[in-house]
């Protein structure tokens, strides 16, 4: 019996290693992640300062009020293109943990469901006689174990995939309507000017 009770002992040592190797690696991409995301927002919120003093000292300068609109109208267009810049770059970094949390994870997951089958193959073979239920159970237990991780996996890849799609639907309808907006602006002030 001591064999199985060392044998236990050094997967249950071996399994809380691979969950604080699997944990580490996690929270140093999500760390990495949040310092992209921390770097980007630094970089538009410096961009958007200078630009939104820029915009405002070409607004202060216009002569009547249809230049004032006009100028209204061209600067909201690349306002909507950088909005959805910056919703592409977030995605971008999101995609990037999302990839690196999904290999961390098999790979530490792997190998532990590699370690565990081992152990219940060896434990079965020196297993009184009568516990094959047991043996069986704990296989299952495993196989449905394995089966529950790759469904996460891919439901998080599908989500973080939709969550894509959706910001690039967005940011383009947000292109197009400052677009319509602009092009009814310079419409209606090349007509007032007539």
């Known amino acids: 019996m001591s064999s199985f009770q060392e044998q236990f ?24 992640s ?28 216009a002569k009547d009020a249809q230049e004032f609109i006009a100028l209204s109208a061209t600067q909201a267009q690349p306002n909507a293109e950088k909005a959805a810049s910056y919703g592409r770059e977030v995605m971008t970094i999101m995609s990037g943990l999302q990839a690196e949390v999904t290999k961390a994870a098999e790979s530490q ?12 193959d060896e434990v079965s073979k020196s297993a009184p ?10 296989k299952t237990a495993i196989a449905n ?16 995939d939709a969550m894509g ?20 602006v310079a419409t209606a002030t090349v007509a007032a000017k007539k």
């Open 34 to 61: 949040v310092e992209k995301v921390v770097e980007l927002n630094m970089n538009v919120a410096k961009a958007a300062l200078e630009e939104s003093t820029s915009n405002a000292r070409q607004l202060l300068a």
């Open 109 to 120: 997951i792997g190998e532990h469901s590699r370690k565990l089958a081992t152990l219940v």
């Open 9 to 32: 002992s050094a997967a249950t040592k071996a399994n809380l290693e691979t969950q604080l190797a699997l944990l580490t690696a996690l929270t140093g991409k999500a760390f990495e």
């Open 129 to 138: 006689a009568g516990s094959e239920n047991v043996v069986a159970f704990m």
């Open 165 to 184: 799609a959706n910001i690039n639907t967005a940011a383009a309808q947000m292109s197009q309507a400052a677009s319509k907006a602009g092009a009814r």
């Open 145 to 160: 174990a394995n089966a529950g991780y790759e469904q996460l996996s891919k439901s998080t890849k599908q989500a973080v």
